[in-house]
């Protein structure tokens, strides 16, 4: 399996090693060390909601937007 197939749902499901990775990662990307202006360009995010979470939708939204990326948002009748 390679880390573009894994998925972060837990933080049991992975060690120390990964998580400081991602981490890393993150922080990099935020500081603008990663030589892409917009790393998500071409990818887009899905989000699909049983209820309003106007806490979740905008923070993430922005964040993919601001990478480069696309949004789609769904509640549970779509």
């Not at 197939?5 to 935020?30: G, M, Q, T, Y």
């Not at 603008?32 to 979740?56: N, Q, V, Y």
Request: no cysteine.
């Amino acid at each position: 399996m390679t880390a573009a197939d894994k998925h972060f749902l837990d933080l049991d499901s992975i060690n120390a090693d990964e998580l400081r990775s991602i981490v890393n990662h993150a922080k990099d990307l935020k500081n603008g060390r990663t030589g892409l202006d917009r790393p998500l360009a071409g990818k887009a995010l899905a989000m699909i909601f049983e209820k309003p979470s106007t806490r979740t939708r905008v923070p993430f939204g922005s964040g993919v937007k601001t990478l480069g990326g696309e949004v789609v948002v769904l509640d549970h009748t779509d």
